[in-house]
């Protein structure tokens, strides 16, 4: 794996490419000691304590390859506006960062791009928060078409704001010569441009790009997915925190070989696979990119491939890795971010993950613990690892899937057989009965296959 300064925010800079992929800059050298700085702020109410947020941060620095020196954080009211920490506090940072020997200091919440600014100033080495060392992983954990196209449009529209002219390698450009710095973009420079301008323009251009190509690819897949809502098998989504399990679930249950790692944001690509669970009951499983707290919305959104899957779904499966000291706070937010994505009013079934590592532990214990996490009641314990109980989880979900049903009753014209099949295959029926306008059937079918059989109601 490679580190951080490739695409650390600077690199990130460096990386920009012209609208036909040529490289704007050339890269610059690694940096890899990284200092962490935290702020356990007040006023954002959060469940989670300014160390256990910190150790997360470490995990992923340690994930984008970066090697963690030390780490310092301060308990504020609310964030301070030129530094988000206090202005004594920077002066510790500074201190320290120097004892060190870092070279790149990464702030645990969002700063804004004057914050950054005057970090860098006061520290005199590269600052980095949160969302861009995410950024990071996610640019070199993608691996399909889309995910690179979206991992590519969030990290220009993260940088966009964040331009300054201390980046621009000439200060003034001469007017109509060359066209070099720009990647021989002809047309690109008017007369006293700044290189500034121009990285701006040629962004502009290249996020222009990105957005006409992920359309490209959001019809090609919305035109696959109403082929397979037409087959009707249910779609199941695994959803929950990074690194709870959801692809060693996935493994489990399909037997399929999706890439499993204990490291976070394994996965950022969906993945889906037919499944087949007692009483033969088919339905497709999709994997989805994992949760992680003060991950901003808007950069959950760009994994619109991943949104998708979890809107279409029939039923979540939300997996929690019980053993994780900060389970609960893991759950929670997960909740928030199905909330704030509008989509937390759908069938969920918890499952708690990684039992095996609880060998040991009364059942009593467990359900305790359950209770303590503030979680539903109707779980259902698993080790994806170890195999456990997953015939059991396989009877909740078909339960839960014939709960989201609806009873109705219809007459099917014959020239409609194509539905009759498919109540077949995806519904329940209590009585059938072929007369000469076709198929009456009376039972019960997925609440959201109903809208098909609705002009046929009898
Ligand atoms: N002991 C134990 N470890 C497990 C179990 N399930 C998963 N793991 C481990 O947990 C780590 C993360 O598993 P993944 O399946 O990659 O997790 P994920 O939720 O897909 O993670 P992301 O894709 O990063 O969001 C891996 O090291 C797995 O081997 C389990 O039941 N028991
Ligand atoms: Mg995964």
Redesign the pocket.
Known sequence: MYAISHKSKETIINDIRTHDGKRLHPTTPPRTRALLVGAEVASFSSAWSAEDSLRELALLADTAGLEVVGSIYQRIDQPFPKYFIGPGKVREVAELREQCGAGLVIFDDELSPAQTRNLEEALQVGVLDRTALILDIFAQHARTHEGRLQVELAQYNYMLPRLRRQWSHLERQAGTGGGTSAGGVVGLRGPGETQLEIDRRLIDQRIAWLKEQLADVHRHRELYRQRRKGSGVPVVA?V????????????ALSGAD???????????DPTTRQVTLPGNHHILLT?T??FIQKLPTQLVAAFRATLEEINEADLLLH?V?L?HPNAQEHAQTVEKTLEELGVSRKATLTVL?????LEGVAAGEVADLVREMGLPSDVIA?????G?GLDQLGERIVTALSEGMVALKVLIPYQRNDLVSLWHRRGVIDREEYIGEGTHIQGRIPRTLAPQFSQYVD
């Open positions: 695994l929950g925190y990074t690194n709870a399990g959801k692809s060693t679930l996935l493994n999706v890439l499993t790692q204990d490291q976070l944001f394994a996965t950022l994997d990119v994992g997996v890795d053993t993950n990684k039992v095996d590592k698993v080790s994806a690892q170890r456990w």
